[in-house]
């Protein structure tokens, strides 16, 4: 991870951000009583329409694939948990929001460890 | 001269540095800071651009850059002529360099390989105009061999090809294919962000 405390705090802004609009939006979107696999998997993609979309006005202040790559990833989770939730339970969009912001900080955390396994020098000839 | 790529590049130049010159400069700054600070001798430097990457640069060196946009070298002039050393700006495609062979003795590039239409014949193209033992360092975003990021990469080149750069480029071995001996990849962000440091075998 970047250990700047402006883009520490811009990745969790950015991925709350985009994590509470996925959940929202799931929570609208799927109904109780759908299939749960299909709703994981409809809520999942638009989860990372909204995450690839939202990456342009969130790069200009934090970064290019340092925002794509983990709003991608917090889009696709939000999405599946909220839309997973969404078919057992009656859910607000209030609700939702909070879900998938929840997810995009644990999706940013993921990231972060994923990061510091890859980091580094990798190859020498 | 690639006409498609020029003109696609020359439609993005206004909007260039509000897309580019943002939070993605301000996190590679220091990365590009080091990686340039290995500048020696006669130096290409591969796509300035709108010259976002030229107050990275160390001081005093002498620089040769190409473009293949003239709008973005035009917007790239008031870097240059801040800059506290020589640039010499020109309009060409990496593809049809007119430098004589083995004149540089090193070729930097940033942000360059995602956007070469054929990169690995961009890459032989470096190789003819760089040294013996010369080397390539180069700053650049590739594709990820992980997953869910593979997919997620693949998917928005679909998007992103047809404004600017590709995303799922496999840049280092692009360059082991032209030729070149790789020494080191330095991963900055996940796989994807890197800067790679290469030689021409003598």
């Known amino acids: ?125 | 001269m690639d006409k498609y790529t020029q003109k696609k590049w020359d439609k993005a130049a206004p909007h260039f540095d509000m897309m580019a010159g943002g939070g993605a400069e301000k996190r590679w700054k220091p990365f590009k800071e080091t990686l340039f600070s290995n500048m020696e001798g006669n130096i290409l430097f591969l796509a300035l651009g709108t010259g976002l990457d030229i107050p990275t640069f160390p001081k005093g060196k002498n620089i040769s850059a190409i473009d293949i946009s003239p709008r973005m070298l035009e917007l790239a002039q008031a870097r240059i002529d801040e800059y506290d050393g020589s640039i010499t700006a020109e309009v060409m495609d990496v593809h049809d360099l007119k430098y004589a062979d083995r004149y540089f003795d090193q070729v930097f590039t940033s942000c360059t390989f995602c956007s070469v239409p054929n990169p690995i014949e961009g890459l032989k193209s470096l190789k003819r105009v760089l040294k013996p033992g010369g080397d390539l360092y180069m700053f650049e975003h590739t594709g990820s061999k992980y997953y869910p990021f593979k997919v997620m990469m693949d998917l928005m080149t679909q998007l992103s090809k047809r404004l600017g750069p590709d995303m799922n480029r496999t840049t280092v071995a692009n360059v082991a294919a032209a030729g070149f001996e790789v020494l080191e990849v330095n991963n900055l962000f996940l796989d994807v962000v890197k800067t790679i440091k290469c030689r021409n075998p003598k």
Do not use: Q
């Open chain 1, 1 to 125: 991870m970047d250990h700047r405390i402006f883009f520490v705090a811009g990745d969790l802004i950015a991925n709350l951000l985009v994590g509470a609009l996925v959940g929202l939006v799931s929570a609208i979107f799927v109904g109780v009583g759908w299939n749960m696999l299909l709703a994981m998997i409809l809520a999942m993609m638009l989860g990372m329409l909204i995450g690839g979309l939202t990456f342009f006005p969130l790069s200009l202040l934090f970064g290019a694939m340092e925002v794509m790559l983990p709003a991608m990833l917090t889009g696709m989770i939000s999405g599946m948990v909220v839309g997973m939730r969404g078919t057992m339970h009656s859910m607000t969009p209030y609700e939702g929001a909070a879900i998938g912001g929840i997810c995009g900080l644990v999706c940013i955390l993921i990231i972060w460890v994923i990061n510091s396994r890859l980091r580094g020098v990798k190859s020498h000839g």
